[in-house]
């Protein structure tokens, strides 16, 4: 039974920083490409980052690129999310998810095979 499991979310002020990780069990990990997601109150679930299998890929969107990343330990089965100087447009629930594709990282949703539960970010101004 494949488990991902976010922890790290909390309360931050503007400009502040968190870190996020993602504990996963039930499946090789260092065969799958890791991202994060994030829901804000009444959008959709965005890509916000993403790492390849072994680490030597990383894409970032936009909005995140400069203040976000991601690393990830394979022997500790294990992602992280660093988020830097963060604002109240970040506030959102973070999911991390698993995608089985042998090289780079995807942005879509349906691409992914393995989702977490999330854990709720949220910046006060």
């Known amino acids: 039974q494949v488990q991902l499991v976010e922890s790290g979310g909390g309360l931050v002020q503007t400009g502040g920083s968190l870190r996020l990780s993602c504990a996963a069990s039930?499946?090789?990990?260092?065969?799958?490409?890791m991202g994060w997601f994030r829901q804000g109150p009444g959008k959709e679930r965005e890509f916000v980052i993403g790492?390849?299998?072994?680490?030597?890929?990383?894409l970032y969107s936009d909005s995140v690129k400069g203040r976000f990343t991601i690393s990830r330990d394979n022997e500790k089965n294990t992602v992280y999310l660093q988020m830097n100087s963060l604002n109240p447009e970040d506030t959102a629930i973070y999911y991390c998810?698993?995608?089985?594709?042998?090289?780079?990282?995807?942005?879509?949703?349906?691409?992914?095979?393995?989702w977490g539960q999330g854990t709720q970010v949220t910046v006060s101004s």
């Open positions: 790492i390849s299998r072994n680490g030597d890929y990383i």
């Open positions: 998810a698993a995608d089985r594709r042998p090289t780079g990282v995807g942005v879509r949703k349906r691409g992914y095979d393995y």
């Open positions: 039930g499946l090789t990990f260092s065969s799958y490409a």
